[in-house]
């Protein structure tokens, strides 16, 4: 199964997706792992909550590559934590991906965009 978490990033991820990979929204703490325990082998972060929810830990990812899990990071969250995960394994994406690993982007801010809940 392979799913991605976007949000704001990418608004048109359905319909670009297919039928083939699950969109979600936005990523928090605990989701990675609920996507695992569902059966996820492919898992793609775009979007992530940050400020009013916990993040994604670096844990759940370093645990879904421990199982063999790809897991991809673009854009936003996804690209912070591509950057901080590359070295066990995460694949990143993009140009924000490369400024964050190559040291140019620094602070999450640089990242942070206000969305509301889906519902």
Do not use: W
């Amino acid at each position: 199964m392979k799913v991605i978490f976007a949000g704001p990033s990418l608004p048109d991820a359905e319909s670009l997706a297919g039928e083939a990979i699950r969109v979600l929204p936005p990523a928090m703490q605990g989701d990675v792992l609920a996507q695992l325990e569902r059966g996820a082998n492919v898992i793609g972060l775009i979007d992530g909550g940050f400020e009013y929810a916990a993040p994604v830990r670096h844990k759940e990812i370093l645990h879904a590559l421990s199982l063999g899990v790809a897991v991809f990071g673009a854009a936003s969250m996804g690209a912070l934590r591509a950057a901080e995960c590359h070295p066990f394994g995460m694949i990143g994406i993009g140009r924000i991906f490369e400024d964050y690993r190559t040291g140019r982007l620094v602070d999450d801010a640089a990242v942070a965009l206000m969305h509301a809940p889906t519902a």
